[in-house]
């Protein structure tokens, strides 16, 4: 049998009905193994239906769970209770919903809106450069890939942004910044221009204060800050 | 209970898209390509397109590269229609497998982040069941981002309808198909955040949901693929064709199943036994650890009944081992680098050093809403319904047979995509802004009323766990007739009491209680039609296998079709085995008459 710890959350609730917010505290017996999205599932089947909190995939690879605990973002589909136990040295958890975007029930957080940063950088090739004489793909040396493939694994959970001090402040945040840095190194671009207006304007790249928080709390473990720096660098 | 249900509002667009996944935002680039303008709203379940199923799949897409000096698109045609257990339709086949280098070049062209060759071209790998010469030697088709190709194709059909001002509405399902005289006409939505109902009416419709194998104890499957849109079609009265054909992926993560996608195999990974004997030898002496799907999930459940098998303590379950030590420590951290990452973070075992327990996983559907080759929804074997398309894993067009080969669901999706837009631009040359539907009372709201006013002491967990232990056990990988009747007599007892359990709230506002609710009840449904389907095919055949009858039977040479408009109020149907390669008595047309399948 696997070990199990008897483990405290203590989660922001807020009803969109009456508007209001509060802590609720739960108590739950949980494997070790369990993710936390588990025992969230857990306290819906055993203690209250009525906790809302939003996950997919479940395997860190959609970015729907994003929540704060004990002040860290994270994917709740990632942090397995033992591991929650042997990071934050306590059976203690305090969950928060992220910060990016308003709440619409618990820890449920409207992430559409929260995308609308990433929009803004029009994540697509706004000018693609012409075809291989042959007609087939583009070449494109591993090497050059390799400068900018990490940040092509950004799935947007948002953690970055909900860990980034200048987020709240009119900047685009990490992730969909990083969004346009990857079509800057990508050799495929040819809207260079555009690309950089967006890097550059009001709300891109200078508003980074170079806390590097996004590099730590990603939990793809992009180094989110490095390509942030490679844009007030210039080098692309 | 509160506020009387009411449909809000009503938006019209030309075309909507039900399910924003690979498939729908395919065709969704395709109408914006083709017919610059056009009003589209797609829909998705989640937050953003970016968060689809699609985004997991790991491995690759086949197609065959012109440019390859041994490949040759009749190989992977021959291939499919092998793998399928000579049961795809070969005019789909044929169709797909002739275009789809061009869907990825398309792809690359659209700034898809594909790996590389030394050269700088797209790199491939070999996947299960992909060979040339016929079934001689393993082919390398399956074009591949790392082991995250499904992230890299839908981030590139997510931007390019972001591109073409696609509206898309996140966090909402669709409840009900509209008609009037016939013909779709949109659909009801139901929007998580709000609670609020908007009728959408559009002149062309396209499902495009997904898959549904949440209804099994174990799946690789994300939370919200519960067949809705199965049901849509069944209350409609439309049939769905297939479903008893569920995939097991062989290689799912020990516990909840979370996929270690076949490149792991493609690349040189070897399943072991608990003597850490290679077994697949003993199975599939040619294509041994890249054999179909349907014949490996078998080979390791033949394992573990045969003793040979291990027991993983934590997650109280069966298993063999997924052998990766032996690869070299670039292609860890480069090609396969996300289920590495996996491994070490759910299972706590690291592939470089650690043998990795695996047990088969309910991984995909190949049934699903019957089409025909250019995504048009079929009312039955022939007629289709006007304004209603389908593509992607909900649709059954049928590319898979009874059987799908790794790396042709992302091919599927993108042609398939692609095909369904372009006939929908073509259907919209006549169509004209449809009228209002007919006033009937909408079933959503008889079935919410239930939900919001139920009083019963079932538990909502509860019902949840007997469905997927009941259809893990009975319906799944291996079934028997004795399984089947009693799978569907608890069925028929788990849908009276999902309609029984109490909310515990009744806001309508991101209310995940009803909405769950709404969700299990879909997957009751669904699973009965799997049950039914598996029932009356009395044979075995791809990933459906009876144990009373073992064998493939020509008296089953067609699809299944199933209506089911009430729930277990079931009328079959047949639809012919698409065999005009066969016939058209071309080169190599003997290899697609009903095959001998071995590996």
């Known amino acids: ?236 | 209970m509160g506020a009387a249900l009411t449909v809000d509002s009503t938006l019209r667009c030309d075309v909507l898209i039900i399910g924003a996944g690979g498939a729908g935002l395919r065709a969704a680039a395709q109408i914006g390509e083709r017919r610059p303008g056009t009003r589209i709203i797609a829909l998705t379940k989640v937050s953003s397109p970016q968060k689809s199923h699609t985004t997991t799949a790991q491995g690759g897409m086949a197609a065959v590269d012109p440019k390859d000096p041994m490949d040759r698109p009749i190989f992977h045609t021959f291939d499919t229609w092998k793998g399928s257990d000579c049961s795809a339709d070969q005019n789909v086949i044929k169709k797909v497998c002739d275009i789809g280098w061009e869907e990825v070049v398309w792809l690359e062209r659209h700034g898809m982040h594909f790996s590389r060759t030394e050269e700088g071209r797209i790199a491939k790998r070999p996947f299960g069941g992909h060979m040339l010469d016929f079934g001689e030697r393993m082919a390398f088709r399956a074009c591949y981002e790392a082991d995250r190709t499904g992230k890299g194709i839908m981030d590139t059909v997510w931007a390019e309808s972001l591109k073409y001002g696609v509206d898309f509405i996140g966090q909402c399902v669709a409840t009900e198909l509209l008609f009037r005289d016939g013909q779709c006409i949109g659909a009801i939505i139901f929007r998580y955040p709000e609670g609020k109902f908007l009728a959408i009416l559009a002149k062309a419709t396209i499902i495009a949901t997904g898959g549904n194998t949440r209804m099994y104890l174990v799946s690789s499957n994300c939370r919200g693929n519960t067949g809705d849109a199965l049901v849509l079609a069944l209350q409609a009265g439309l049939p769905v064709m297939d479903l008893e054909a569920v995939q097991f992926h062989p290689t799912g993560m020990v516990g909840p199943g979370i996929l270690a996608s076949e490149a792991l195999r493609g690349e040189g990974a070897i399943l072991r036994n608990k003597d850490e004997e290679p077994f697949m030898e003993r199975y599939a002496p040619t294509a041994k650890d890249l054999a179909p799907r349907d014949l490996i999930s078998r080979a390791i459940i033949q394992e573990i009944r045969e003793g040979r098998g291990l027991f993983h303590q934590d997650h109280n379950a069966h298993h063999v081992w997924l052998d990766l030590r032996h690869l070299p420590k670039e292609v860890h951290e480069k090609k396969i680098q996300e289920v590495c990452s996996f491994f070490k973070r759910f299972v706590g075992v690291d592939p470089e050093k650690d043998l990795c327990p695996v047990a088969p996983t309910a991984h995909y559907q190949m049934g699903g809403i019957p089409t025909n080759e250019f995504g048009e929804v079929q009312s039955d074997s022939q007629g289709i319904v006007p304004g209603l398309f389908a593509c992607g894993e909900v649709a059954a067009a049928s590319l898979h047979g009874l059987n799908r080969l790794g790396t042709n669901s992302l091919l599927e999706l993108i042609t398939m995509g692609r095909v369904t837009g372009e006939r929908v631009v073509e259907y919209l040359k006549d169509a004209t802004d449809p009228e209002e539907p007919p006033g009937s009372r909408l079933i959503v709201f008889d079935q919410f009323s239930t939900y919001l006013n139920a009083q019963g002491k079932e538990k909502y967990a509860q019902v949840r766990d007997s469905l997927r232990n009941l259809m893990m056990e009975k319906v799944g990988i291996f079934r028997t007739e004795k399984s089947l009747v009693e799978a569907i007599e608890v069925l028929t007892e788990l849908r009276e009491m999902a309609t029984h359990i109490p909310l515990g709230t009744t806001s309508l506002k991101a209310n995940q209680d009803l909405w769950q609710i709404w969700e299990l009840n879909n997957l009751i449904t669904v699973s009965m039609v799997i049950a039914q389907g598996a029932l009356a095919r009395k044979e075995s055949r791809g990933a459906h296998f009876r144990e009373d009858y073992p064998e493939r039977s020509d008296g089953f040479n067609y699809h299944t079709l199933v209506y089911m408009p009430q729930f277990n109020e079931v009328t079959f149907g047949k639809r012919p085995i698409d065999m005009s390669i066969f016939e058209a008595k071309g080169e190599h047309y003997e290899l697609f008459d009903y095959i001998v399948r071995e590996y």
């Open chain 1, 1 to 236: 049998m696997s070990t199990s710890y008897t483990i405290t959350l203590d989660i922001n609730r807020y009803d969109p009905d009456t508007k209001l917010s509060w802590v609720q505290t739960y108590r739950v017996e949980a494997s070790a193994i369990l993710r936390f999205v588990d025992v969230l599932r857990k306290i819906n089947d055993e203690q209250d239906p009525t906790l809302a909190w939003s996950s997919s995939c479940e395997h860190a690879q959609c970015g729907s769970c994003g929540v704060i605990v004990n002040g860290k973002p994270l994917l709740a589909c990632e942090l397995l209770v033992k591991d929650g136990v042997g990071q934050f040295k306590t059976h203690t958890f305090k969950l928060k919903p992220l910060t990016i975007a308003p709440v619409l029930r618990d820890l449920v957080v409207d992430l559409e809106k929260a995308y609308d940063r990433v929009h803004k950088v029009r994540p697509w090739l706004i000018k693609p450069a012409s075809p291989h004489p042959d007609g087939d793909e583009y070449r494109i040396s591993p090497k050059t890939l390799e400068t900018y493939s990490e940040a092509t694994r950004c799935i947007n959970c948002f953690c970055c942004a909900a860990a980034c001090i200048s987020t709240h402040h009119h900047f685009l945040g990490p992730n969909a910044s990083m969004a346009n840095m990857v079509r800057l190194m990508d050799p495929r671009e040819m809207a260079r221009g555009e690309r950089m207006d967006i890097l550059y304007r009001e709300d891109g790249v200078y508003r980074c204060h170079t806390a590097k928080a996004c590099s730590f709390v990603c939990p793809k473990d992009i180094d989110v800050s490095h390509f942030l720096a490679l844009g007030k660098e210039g080098r692309f």
